[in-house]
């Protein structure tokens, strides 16, 4: 069993940044970053492969948003960058023995509370 506890949210202005922070009680195969808006459906936005630290990104975050991990603290971050009205959402810290599709929530069977993204103009 995989405990996940998200940080970090908050208010930011357009073009602000962020960093969330999940602390995990042990990694698996991968882990990532999902989000999801009042009336839509969550996507991941980034993800970490735990044994090499290969990340990807979806089209809308990339060059902005940036994942890492701390394996001495057992910490994922999201560093989020100029950030947009777009990015507020509710974000959560998900985790992955790596099967199925890396952005499917399906594929992922640990997950945090979440933690809220609000970016106003």
């Known amino acids: 069993q995989v405990q996940l506890v998200e940080s970090g949210g908050g208010s930011v202005q357009t073009g602000g940044s962020l960093r969330l922070s999940c602390s995990t009680s042990?990694?698996?195969?991968?882990m990532a970053w999902f989000r999801q808006a009042p009336g839509k459906e969550r996507e991941g936005v980034a993800i970490?492969?735990?044994?090499?630290?290969?990340?990807d990104y979806v089209d809308s975050v990339k060059g902005r948003f940036t994942i890492s991990q701390d394996n001495a603290n057992n910490t994922v971050y999201l560093q989020m960058n100029s950030l947009k009205a777009e990015d507020t959402a509710m974000y959560y810290c998900?985790?992955?023995?790596?099967?199925?599709?890396?952005?499917?929530?399906?594929?992922?069977?640990?997950w945090g509370q979440g933690t809220q993204v609000t970016v106003s103009s």
């Open positions: 042990g990694y698996i195969y991968a």
């Open positions: 998900a985790a992955t023995p790596g099967y199925g599709d890396r952005w499917s929530p399906s594929a992922y069977i640990y």
């Open positions: 970490i492969f735990t044994h090499g630290g290969t990340t």
